[in-house]
């Protein structure tokens, strides 16, 4: 029986889109029964992580297409389109709402009824911000690599998450103090830049998470400590004398085209032939026969480009073998 697996990225943006659904509902009833504007703020903040979630749950789908004649190379960049209009959204629905309420209260005097019940809400909140978070975290991390390396070749849907869930745990921190500090100075606008410093802390994330998926749009090279093995493979073959022009593009996470130039080395190839003992029967029946060796060599000129091709298959098999995740590799003779 086959198991059809999930894309990547798929767990870690799930389990926050269900912690997001319950927190949006437990932080607007907090609100409700406060009128804190820090925590109308997480609750805005929530419901953007909820949509956003919703958004990148479109593009993993999506992006697991399978290649058609319309889109030859699949649909991989359908993830960071989505990912972008995501971010997007941090942006103008969570981090403009956020600090439009927050200098709203700063110029209104907002009373807010603080009660246990709050307190609940943004434990609870914590927690499950906490798990979602720690989730997106195992999934990006690589072992024995720097948390910097991760991030920077991670699932951009998981590191979506983790920037999302980070934030929205360092808000809580914010709305629970300034929420504390209301309650014991009276003034409220405390609570009002608990609001704008949310807002804040989303907009820089919706930046970064942009600017990454701008990048991946754009067809960002695979890692450079891959270009640089694939390119001694090519340069261990006797038949590729040198490397001209190497490039690479993203097609999806882990998925990768590679497009080179190659100055071929014909001499090793016949040499490599001659080794296989594959003329020796021809040179045994035309050794003697001038006409029928002129024969064959018109003949052989045929047998070049496919004996060239059979041997380029054999060198994107190797590169294949070694890096899975190469989908396509190009390889052009200068």
């Known amino acids: 029986m086959n198991h059809q697996t999930n894309p990547a990225g798929f767990w870690p943006v799930a389990s926050a889109l ?11 009833v907090g609100f409700f029964l406060s009128g804190s504007g820090a925590l109308f703020s997480e609750g805005i903040h929530s419901f953007a992580d909820t949509a956003n979630q919703a958004l990148l749950m479109v593009g993993i789908q999506r992006s ?9 190379y699949g649909y991989g960049h359908e993830r960071f389109f989505w990912a972008i209009i995501s971010a997007c959204g941090i942006f103008f629905l969570g981090a403009g709402v956020t600090i439009y309420k ?20 943004l434990l ?6 906490g798990s979602t978070f720690l989730i997106a975290f195992r999934t990006i991390k690589i072992k024995q690599r720097t948390l910097a390396y991760s991030l920077q070749i991670g699932d951009p849907s998981a590191i979506a998450v983790l920037y999302e869930d980070g934030v929205a745990v360092l808000g809580i921190i914010i709305a629970l103090l300034s929420i504390i ?29 942009i600017a990454k998926n701008r ?8 890692p450079a400590e891959m270009q ?12 590729i004398e040198k490397v001209i022009d190497f490039k690479s593009s993203t097609l999806d996470f882990k998925k990768y085209r590679i497009k080179c130039e190659v100055e071929f080395h014909g001499p090793a190839l016949i040499k490599e032939m001659y080794r ?33 091709g059979s041997k380029i298959d054999l060198i994107e098999k190797k590169i294949q073998q070694e890096f899975p995740e190469v989908i396509h590799v190009d390889i052009e003779i200068n």
Request: proline residues 2%; glycine residues 4%; negative net charge.
């Open 18 to 28: 269900l912690g997001n659904v319950l927190i949006t509902i437990l932080k607007f």
């Open 181 to 209: 500090l209301t309650y014991f100075t009276g003034k409220h606008y405390w609570d009002a830049i608990g609001s704008i410093l949310i807002g804040i802390l989303l907009a820089i994330v919706a930046i970064i998470l």
């Open 228 to 239: 640089e093995r694939i390119v001694e493979i090519l340069e261990a073959e006797t038949a």
């Open 64 to 72: 697991s297409k399978k290649a058609d004649k319309e889109f030859s």
């Open 276 to 308: 296989s003992g594959v003329l020796k029967e021809e040179y045994e029946h035309i050794k003697h026969d001038y006409a029928e060796f002129v024969r064959f060599c018109v003949d052989y000129i045929d047998r070049v480009p496919r004996l060239i």
């Open 124 to 129: 609870i909140s914590f927690l499950i911000e």
């Open 102 to 121: 927050g200098i709203l209260d700063l110029t209104h005097t907002n009373t807010v009824h603080i009660s246990p019940i709050i307190f609940v809400i």
């Open 215 to 222: 990048e991946y749009l754009m067809e960002k090279a695979m």
